[in-house]
């Protein structure tokens, strides 16, 4: 199985195409990467959006395992991964300014 590179995310992390049903987070270009993945995942949970079945943490990577309502898959993917990205730019930004606060 061949992962399948997506846009870039805002970060410095890619989300990639992990088979039909998961994409995977590539935090490996990004400082403290285990920080984030682990307050990515604590967000997504809290979230807990329609599209989620599962979060596996790696140490600098996530997998999101999708949940399917209907046979739209492609939107689906689409929406997790919109979602995902406004959540990685949020949270880039709160650390940009607690650094500017000190």
């Known amino acids: ?11 410095k992390a890619d ?9 995977l987070l590539d935090f490996r270009g990004y400082p403290e990467p285990l920080s984030k993945i ?9 979230l807990s959006p329609a599209w989620l ?7 600098d990577s996530l997998l999101v395992a999708l949940k399917f309502l ?17 959540l ?5 930004s709160e650390k ?3 650094l500017r606060m000190r």
């Open 1 to 11: 199985m061949q992962l399948k590179r997506s846009r870039k995310a805002a970060s």
């Open 15 to 23: 989300i990639l195409d992990l088979g039909d049903s998961a994409v």
């Open 38 to 46: 682990h307050q990515l995942a604590d967000l997504l949970f809290s």
């Open 53 to 59: 079945l599962d979060l596996i943490p790696g140490i």
């Open 70 to 86: 209907d046979s739209n898959y492609r939107d689906t993917r689409l929406t997790a991964k919109a979602e995902i990205e406004v």
């Open 88 to 92: 990685l730019k949020k949270l880039l």
């Open 96 to 98: 940009s300014e607690k």
